[in-house]
């Protein structure tokens, strides 16, 4: 399994921002993908996660009310939409996936299965 984020960079304080992972590699249709970010200085952070079964969602809540996670099958795809962004979202953005019954925890992402490289995203005017 192969996972890529991209869509990072620099927006200014109040702006949007919508980050891409593209997957491969699945042989299951069952599995989760999650986006974490970490600061420097800071331990990684959970944000959101979206089943591929049924859509499901889930928002930690560093994430929830700004952020949006989403995926589309088709491109394989996930998504993850940020808006009023802060000075203090500025972080390097991870997506993880995690294959059906691993026993992973959404807030820190240890046990998630797989991890793709980070983008860069830095909030500032």
């Known amino acids: 399994v192969q996972l890529q984020a991209s869509g990072g960079g620099l927006v200014q304080p109040g702006g949007s921002l919508r980050l891409s992972c593209g997957y491969s590699?699945?042989?299951?249709?069952?599995?989760?993908i999650s986006w974490f970010r970490q600061a420097p200085g800071k331990e990684r952070e959970g944000l959101a996660s979206?089943?591929?079964?049924?859509?499901?969602?889930y928002y930690t809540d560093s994430a929830k009310g700004r952020f949006t996670i989403s995926k589309d099958n088709a491109k394989n795809t996930a998504y993850l939409q940020m808006t009023s962004l802060k000075p203090e979202d500025t972080a390097v953005y991870y997506c993880?996936?995690?294959?059906?019954?691993?026993?992973?925890?959404?807030?820190?992402?240890?046990?998630?299965?797989?991890w793709g490289k980070g983008t860069q995203v830095t909030v500032s005017s």
């Open positions: 979206i089943s591929s079964s049924d859509g499901s969602t």
């Open positions: 590699g699945f042989t299951s249709n069952y599995y989760v």
């Open positions: 993880a996936a995690a294959e059906p019954h691993t026993d992973y925890d959404g807030n820190t992402g240890d046990g998630m299965d797989y």
